[in-house]
């Protein structure tokens, strides 16, 4: 067997994904200087790459059972209606991040609530200088793509002690109890479609919220780990629009393209008819259609399942065609670019 390129320990960093998790939990429960819930009317949550993503991974699980509203924004700014009644997570796992930083200013300055979720840094140093909670997440979870997990369910678990996300920590610890056995029975089948995905571009679908973050959450390893092109959307928005464009050269796209459904059982009713329409209508037009499937009780869990194998897969990707994982040539020289 070929010894596997892995500079950065990408392997070891993903199969650690229920123990960082677990760890997270534990760190974040009891977190001091805490608001109290009657004090908030709304949160927002700034974030960008493993921080942005964990911010959707918060909206999608603690956002339909939250009785404020939650808003995800991936820039430099953040929405005018930021107040002392707004609780804002800052999530950056390295601390340094340009975009995250500069909002987070302008959040605190305008009299959010700040509750930073970070590595160290610069984000580190000015929560402490605003005396503002810090959820220090341990260094040995870079490169940073390991921590969209951990970024993700501080954040629930403080809402959870808050009262505005009940029972977040028993969500989370059934999460990591799926990722457990997920661990170990995923090989040879993933394997096996990382080898049938690697000489083509993914499309990767997902149903409803939950989905369509797994399904991004995919896409983004695939890019990252793997180095390859892969698109992701979600049902049922995808039946309104792009399914219209798989009308024609069906010649070329299924030479191309495969097909990865990811599916859970928290989907709509519609939205499982949706797949099955979906599913009989692509398979004229891509090479091959894959489904996988969650495991594990509850949302939060189900959406931590589907992310794992997403991450997993695209490591297999990787390796099946002796990329190392790790290193990002890409992304450095856009940071290098904008500095």
């Known amino acids: 067997m070929t010894e596997r390129l892995d500079t950065l320990g990408m392997w070891a960093a993903t199969k650690q994904m229920p123990e960082q998790i677990l760890a997270a939990v534990e760190l974040t429960e009891g977190l001091g200087g805490l608001p109290e ?13 493993p921080g942005g993503f964990a911010g959707d991974l918060l909206a999608v699980t603690a956002g339909p059972f939250m009785p404020v509203p939650i808003v995800v924004v991936k820039s430099y700014q953040p929405p005018s209606y930021v107040n002392e009644q707004t609780l804002v997570f800052a999530l950056s796992a390295s601390g340094n991040t340009p975009e995250t930083i500069q909002a987070a200013n302008q959040a605190a300055a305008a009299g959010g ?14 929560a402490a200088s ?4 810090v959820v220090q997440v341990a260094p040995e979870l870079f490169p940073t793509r390991s921590t969209v997990s951990v970024l993700g369910v501080a954040p629930m678990v403080i809402l959870g002690q808050m ?23 995923l090989q040879p089948s993933t394997t096996e479609l990382a080898r049938v995905l690697a000489p083509s571009v993914p499309l990767i679908y997902g149903g409803g919220g939950l989905g369509a973050t797994a399904a991004r959450h995919w896409k ?8 390859a092109p892969a698109f992701s959307a979600a049902v049922p928005e995808i039946l309104h629009n792009e399914v219209a464009g798989w009308g024609q050269h069906g010649d070329i796209t299924r030479q191309v393209f495969r097909l990865v459904l990811l599916r859970h059982d928290h989907e709509h009713p519609d939205v499982m008819a949706g797949f099955d329409i979906l599913a009989d209508m692509m398979d004229e037009v891509v090479g091959s259609v894959h489904e996988v499937r969650a495991g594990g009780e509850g949302p939060v869990a189900q959406v931590l399942d589907l992310m794992y194998q997403g991450s997993i897969n695209a490591l297999e990707m990787a390796a099946s065609v002796g990329l190392d994982p790790g290193p990002a040539p890409a992304i450095e020289l856009v940071r290098e670019g904008l500095q």
């Open 163 to 185: 009262g505005l996300f009940l029972g977040a920590s028993q969500w989370v610890r059934q999460g990591v109890e799926q990722l457990r056995q997920r661990r170990d029975k």
């Open 37 to 49: 819930r009657s004090e908030i009317t709304n949160v927002l949550v700034l974030g960008m790459g």
């Open 113 to 126: 609530r700040l509750i930073a979720v970070t590595g160290g840094g610069q984000l580190a140093q000015m």
């Open 130 to 133: 605003w005396g503002a909670p």
């Open 220 to 227: 983004n390893m695939i890019n990252i780990s793997a180095k």
